[in-house]
């Protein structure tokens, strides 16, 4: 068939009809010369295609207007928080956002909604402070103004970030350059990566420069460099020259720290009250004189309060006697393993013989020779200085022996914790007698070792009873007895210890809440009235060690099991590897072995036969967990045989060599194709 005609010469159809078009020009027009026109007037024809349908609809005319009537009205939302509220408010808000992360995860520990699954799971990793200081870090990536405002010195004034020991030095360099003079306490402990260079870049951001002050310095009380392994001895001592109000320094384990900064400690902090240089392997006794000479020589006290200098070598008399001298109003000292200590320097620490010494306004007392064990027959009197030590440590110090406590006896009247481990037999009972008769606030005494002390020790730290206090209660000399606020006692390899005497010592200790007496004769009678006056005294986290005392049977352990548990769990990230069980998280197959763990109201029984239970559980999850492995294998593999099944009965492929795919029919005839055996069942044999 031949058209005649050009398409367009014939004459349009229903459903081929044009509109005529009218411009937005002319119907500005319209409506200016006839104002009162019909409404159709002011709409527009649209332009349609030639196949569209014909009338024209209602949906082909739209309004002539400036801007579609369709687009959504502008919502304008103000920044509050950016243009009204002031800087103060702001950073108090952030602030608060750390305090409300200490506050809920408090509230969690109070309420008992915190357990062990929870805590050691990957959401209880970071938590109070540690969590805040991440949100805060989070906020700052949402704009640059929110970024100046985390990094503002105000909310920087305690630098903590020993839990964020994997940030790198470029980032504590930034983060302190922001902060600058704002910050006052600087905790760094376990970051082994940060260097000297980045070390002297945070110096130089902290110190405060004033014209009239040729050196800058830093406005630090508070520093903790535990673990920095890479830092120089030029770079620490950079630092301490910069900071005079340096109050609290821990160094411990610094192989940067030598004499030399001990002298400049001395020197350029004058408010040091805590100093910490323990297992310091370049520091010996002579810069622990070096610290104490120039307040000697200036007449003045040192005003230090702690000194941890545990693993000190070359300690020597004469420079315990100028430690005694330059800093009297010590509370804690701790000398453990210390190998060369000797009984005679600590009689020269508490020594005062000089006129110099008794011109310092400092406490003495005079003491006689039979006070001190000496012999009777010396004639004379001593006086000695009296310290304010409440704790002292001198454990694994192989040189004393109980002449050591004698020499200390009414010299530290406050005393409260006293550790004398791994000292071995050389401990009588005749020094710690006169020792502990003249420590009545004594809370914790550590005898671990001591194999030669008997009854009358125990017979000494053993308060009256209740009855014979009431009735001596108006004499105050007699209410403050040695053992009234004893709390923990180690008595380990003692073995000439009798019940009768760890008895009365439970039943008079009121406080005792921590008992050790492992390989000693302790006998059944005494464990079970251990627990039962905990109980009674209803007492948190108490704990008796009684490991390798022939007087335990597997049979009272079991009989006392449920009071007690095996172990002192405690809910955090940092026990996840240890598994402590919780009743919290209804293990009720786990509870039928072993005891709850994290229940304070327990006491802590640790014997051979606990231990067992400990891997009893444990072999139970175990053997538990490989059950719930081989149930999922077998699953997806019962469901991967399933799905064989059903490919052979559509149209199974396999690949061959030679490029063939084989089809149902030549399945396992061909040598390429592996055979496949539909009949086999559940009893053949299947790869787990």
């Not at 040695?482 to 009768?500: C, E, K, R, W, Y």
């Not at 490029?659 to 592996?674: D, E």
Request: aromatic share 6%; proline share 5%.
């Amino acid at each position: 068939m031949t058209l005649g005609k050009e398409p367009r010469s014939y004459p349009p159809a229903w459903y081929t009809a044009s509109k005529p078009l009218v411009s937005s020009a002319t119907a500005e027009a319209r409506t200016a010369v006839a104002p009162n026109a019909s409404p159709f007037g002011l709409l527009k024809g649209k332009a349609r295609s030639k196949s569209s349908p014909y009338p024209i609809s209602a949906l082909d005319y739209v309004p002539v207007a400036s801007s579609d009537i369709f687009q959504p009205l502008p919502i304008v939302v103000l920044n509050y928080f950016d243009l009204i509220l002031p800087k103060e408010l702001r950073l108090h808000i952030l602030r608060a956002l750390v305090d409300l992360h200490e506050q809920d995860y408090s509230r969690s520990i109070r309420e008992g909604r915190l357990t062990m699954a929870r805590a050691t799971s990957s959401k209880g990793r970071w938590v109070g402070r540690d969590k805040g200081v991440r949100e805060l870090f989070k906020l700052s990536r949402v704009s640059k103004a929110w970024k100046a405002l985390v990094f503002d010195g105000e909310l920087w004034t305690d630098l903590d970030l020993r839990s964020f020991s994997g940030l790198p030095p470029a980032l504590l360099v930034r983060l302190v350059k922001s902060a600058r003079t704002f910050i006052r306490s600087l905790d760094f402990a376990g970051h082994v990566q940060l260097l000297p260079d980045a070390m002297s870049d945070i110096t130089n951001n902290l110190c405060l420069t004033i014209p009239e002050i040729s050196l800058p310095y830093t406005q630090l009380t508070t520093i903790n460099f535990q673990g920095c392994t890479l830092l120089t001895t030029r770079s620490l001592h950079h630092l301490f020259v910069r900071s005079k109000s340096l109050r609290t320094l821990s160094l411990k384990g610094l192989s940067a720290v030598t004499n030399t900064t001990c002298d400049i400690i001395a020197n350029f902090c004058p408010q040091l009250t805590s100093l910490n240089v323990s297992r310091c392997p370049n520091v010996d006794g002579h810069g622990i004189s070096a610290l104490t000479v120039s307040a000697i020589l200036r007449r003045e006290h040192l005003p230090l309060k702690e000194l941890h200098l545990s693993g000190l070598k070359h300690v020597s008399d004469s420079m315990m006697q100028a430690l005694g001298r330059a800093a009297p109003y010590l509370e804690v000292l701790d000398l453990s393993y210390a190998r060369q200590l000797h009984n005679s320097a600590l009689e020269a620490f508490v020594a005062c013989d000089t006129q110099a010494d008794q011109q310092l306004a400092v406490e003495t007392v005079i003491v006689s020779a039979r006070d001190l064990g000496r012999d009777a027959n010396e004639s004379g009197k001593f006086r000695r200085r009296v310290t304010r030590l409440r704790h002292l440590v001198l454990s694994s110090c192989i040189l004393l022996s109980d002449t050591a406590c004698s020499n200390l006896a009414h010299s530290v009247p406050k005393l409260e914790f006293l550790e004398l481990a791994g000292i071995g037999g050389d401990l009588k009972d005749d020094g710690l007698v006169r020792l502990l008769s003249t420590t009545p606030y004594i809370r914790r005494l550590d005898l671990e070792d001591a194999s030669d002390i008997t009854d009358s020790l125990l017979a000494t730290i053993t308060p009256a009873s209740a009855s014979e206090a009431t009735a001596n209660a108006a004499n105050k000399e007699a209410a403050e007895q040695p053992g009234q606020a004893l709390q923990q006692l180690n008595i380990s390899f003692a073995a000439n210890v009798t019940d009768s005497a760890l008895l009365a010592l439970m039943r008079n200790c009121t406080r005792l809440t921590i008992l050790e007496a492992d390989n000693t004769r302790i006998g059944p009678h005494v464990l079970k009235e251990f627990i039962n006056l905990s109980r009674q005294r209803k007492a948190i986290n108490s704990r008796i060690v009684v490991i390798d005392c022939r007087g335990i049977s597997e049979s009272l352990v079991k009989e006392l099991s449920p009071m007690t548990r095996p172990r002192l769990g405690w809910r955090a990230y940092g026990a996840r590897k240890l598994m402590y069980l919780d009743a919290r998280d209804d293990n009720e197959e786990d509870l039928k072995l072993g005891q709850d763990e994290c229940d304070e109201s327990r006491v802590v029984l640790k014997t051979f036969y606990s231990w067992q239970t400990v891997d009893a559980v444990q072999a139970a999850k175990e053997k538990r967990r490989k059950t719930t492995s081989r149930r999922t294998a077998s699953d997806s593999s019962t469901g991967t045989n399933d799905q064989e099944g059903v490919m052979i009965g559509r149209s199974a492929r396999w690949w061959s060599p030679g490029g063939r795919r084989a089809t149902v029919g030549t399945i396992g005839r061909g040598r390429n194709s592996p055979p496949v055996l539909p009949e086999l069942n559940n009893d053949g044999c299947r790869t787990m």
